[in-house]
């Protein structure tokens, strides 16, 4: 079985932090995402890779950064943490490219920023 | 822009009811329909749907696509408080190359009441 462990499950940060969240797999797989999950907004894509040292840029990338040195690890990257960014952030994963494979996702990290 | 719209929103339903969650979308180059349930925490997979007119089962839960009028819906049958949670809808279509965009609805959130 797939496994996606984040490595917080809750997080308190201040205003003005750096904040690191850390995702890791362990099936080998080439693909990785952040997403956040707000409310009424559902689940909007951050950042992905699709390899190792590679990142694109998802529908809502500003006030992040990503970082993937090694396949099995994704890191997701507040450069100066603020109040909007409070929310529920997923990572996931998948093997290869298409339709023939959905994401695996990690149990989440709930940030809040004060 | 690509779009994914769940309804309803938000359903309650006493146990041992069926229910019928809907899914409709506007991508351009779709390749894939996913459904995931989300209860406290990761969503996990329920179906991927490609082809038009077959159902996909499992258990209480069933799942067809309709490729022409572009939705699918997702059964549930005999619910069971254990089938609470948000159902979340995302499409999967082509995005230049050989990647590819998942856009996900906003989710319906099912709760079965004993």
């Known amino acids: 079985d797939v496994k996606v462990t984040q490595s917080s499950r809750y997080l308190v940060k201040r205003t003005g932090e750096k904040v690191f969240l850390e995702c890791v797999q362990d099936m080998d797989h080439e693909n990785m995402f952040w997403y956040r999950q707000d409310p009424g907004l559902g689940l909007r894509l951050i950042y992905f890779s699709y390899d190792v040292k590679m990142k694109e840029k998802g529908d809502i990338p500003e006030g992040y950064s990503v970082s993937r040195e090694k396949k099995e690890r994704f890191s997701l990257i507040l450069e100066s943490a603020s109040t909007n960014q409070t929310s529920m952030y997923l990572c996931a994963s998948s093997l290869g490219q298409g339709y023939r494979s959905p994401l695996h996702f990690g149990n989440g990290t709930r940030l809040t920023v004060t | 822009e690509d779009k994914v719209v769940q309804s309803p929103l938000s359903l309650v339903v006493h146990e041992g009811d069926t229910v019928t969650l809907n899914c409709s979308y506007e991508?351009?180059?779709?390749?894939?329909l996913l459904w995931y349930k989300q209860e406290k925490k990761a969503p996990t997979f329920l179906f991927m749907l490609t082809s038009s007119g077959i159902e996909k089962k499992s258990g209480r839960l069933s799942s067809i696509l309709d490729k022409k009028e572009l939705f699918s819906i997702l059964n549930i049958t005999a619910t069971q408080t254990g089938d609470s949670a948000v159902y979340l809808c995302a499409v999967e279509a082509e995005s230049g190359g050989s990647n590819y965009k998942l856009t996900f609805g906003k989710g319906t959130l099912l709760t079965v009441n004993p």
């Open positions: 991508v351009t180059n779709f390749r894939s």
